[in-house]
């Protein structure tokens, strides 16, 4: 079974940065694309940043520029540097795999349990 844990969220001032990290648990060969996600109450889970094994990178247009996507395959990881942070940027964060090659098979659309980012203004 594969899990996504991340860590790395919390309280920070407009302006300010902030570091995300995820790593996938389980007896994991291979991953796909693998990516961040956000959610507040009022809308629906959006992207923020997807990269692929081979390191292409893909942003939301809210966040290019200042939030920058990257993993480490052989630690099976995937980071988001947050830079020049506003509040909009408040949300429930999510790590997310699209596919992985496991002891037991493949498995798709695996998430973490989110962590939250609030940027107070």
């Known amino acids: 079974q594969v899990q996504l844990v991340e860590s790395g969220g919390g309280l920070v001032q407009a302006g300010g940065s902030l570091d995300l990290s995820c790593v996938a648990t389980?007896?994991?060969?291979?991953?796909?694309?693998m990516g961040w996600y956000r959610q507040t109450p009022e809308n629906q889970r959006e992207l923020v940043a997807t990269?692929?094994?081979?390191?292409?990178?893909n942003y939301a247009k809210s966040v290019k520029g200042r939030f920058t996507i990257s993993r480490d395959n052989d630690k099976k990881r995937v980071y988001l540097q947050m830079k020049t942070l506003k509040p909009e940027d408040t949300a429930v964060y999510y790590c997310?795999?699209?596919?992985?090659?496991?002891?037991?098979?493949?498995?798709?659309?695996?998430w973490g349990q989110g962590t939250q980012v609030t940027v107070s203004s």
């Open positions: 997310n795999i699209d596919r992985a090659t496991t002891h037991r098979g493949p498995v798709y659309d695996v």
């Open positions: 389980g007896i994991v060969f291979t991953i796909g694309d």
């Open positions: 990269i692929n094994s081979g390191g292409d990178t």
